[in-house]
T-cell receptor, first 114, second 114 residues
Framework: GAGVSQTPSNKVTEKGKYVELRCDPISGHTALYWYRQSLGQGPEFLIYFQGTGAADDSGLPNDRFFAVRPEGSVSTLKIQRTERGDSAVYLC????????????FGEGSRLTVL | KNQVEQSPQSLIILEGKNCTLQCNYTVSPFSNLRWYKQDTGRGPVSLTIMTFSENTKSNGRYTATLDADTKQSSLHITASQLSDSASYICVVSAPDSGNTPLVFGKGTRLSVIA
């Protein structure tokens, strides 16, 4: 596609539920990043994929968070047993290659846990 | 530890005035530095990129500077407009410094008022 696409744009769920957030990167971009952004804060790194593999998942806050990118394109961020503190905007970005610097961001998925 | 520090955290200026945002980094080795603009509710968009050999780069009313010796960058906005109200995020690229090649600052929240 022309840009990075994220779905859903908004998700409201109840505490304890499972959610999946999807990211469609720009075609051909090998690097894919997930960030979490709380109101008034900068993006907080979660996980970085180079191709199909998670090159760095050190930003995932705990084992309730997991992300996959099975074919090196679309990625899914999965959150189990959601908590109110998980409420944030989850941003996905892709880049043509590792370390090129320019990230192309999606519009984000706003998650609200009630 | 690789870090990017931005100041001020927030700034309010009158329309038509100039302002300067600061970014200090400890990222090493250094590849490039980008400034992103993030409008409320949108994903960040790249404004400008600075490489090691560049001191100044302009993009319209935005001028970025880089001092690689002191590891400081600034973003100067001239004749501000209401549409400049956004968060400005400094991102340093260091592809050889570990798994995750990008280090984000927390951003400066700029509000331009009439």
């Amino acid at each position: 596609g022309a840009g990075v696409s994220q779905t859903p744009s908004n998700k409201v769920t109840e505490k304890g539920k499972y959610v999946e957030l999807r990211c469609d990167p720009i075609s051909g971009h090998t690097a894919l990043y997930w960030y979490r952004q709380s109101l008034g804060q900068g993006p907080e790194f979660l996980i970085y994929f180079q191709g199909t593999g998670a090159a760095d998942d050190s930003g995932l806050p705990n084992d309730r968070f997991f992300a996959v990118r099975p074919e090196g394109s679309v990625s899914t961020l999965k959150i189990q047993r959601t908590e109110r503190g998980d409420s944030a905007v989850y941003l996905c970005a892709s880049s043509p290659n590792r370390g090129s610097g320019e990230l192309f961001f999606g519009e984000g998925s706003r998650l609200t846990v009630l | 530890k690789n870090q990017v520090e931005q100041s001020p955290q927030s700034l309010i200026i009158l329309e038509g005035k100039n302002c300067t945002l600061q970014c200090n980094y400890t990222v090493s080795p250094f590849s490039n530095l980008r400034w992103y603009k993030q409008d409320t509710g949108r994903g960040p968009v790249s404004l400008t990129i600075m490489t090691f050999s560049e001191n100044t780069k302009s993009n319209g009313r935005y001028t970025a500077t880089l001092d690689a010796d002191t590891k400081q960058s600034s973003l100067h906005i001239t004749a501000s407009q209401l549409s400049d109200s956004a968060s400005y995020i400094c991102v340093v690229s260091a592809p050889d410094s570990g798994n995750t090649p990008l280090v984000f600052g927390k951003g400066t929240r700029l509000s331009v008022i009439a």
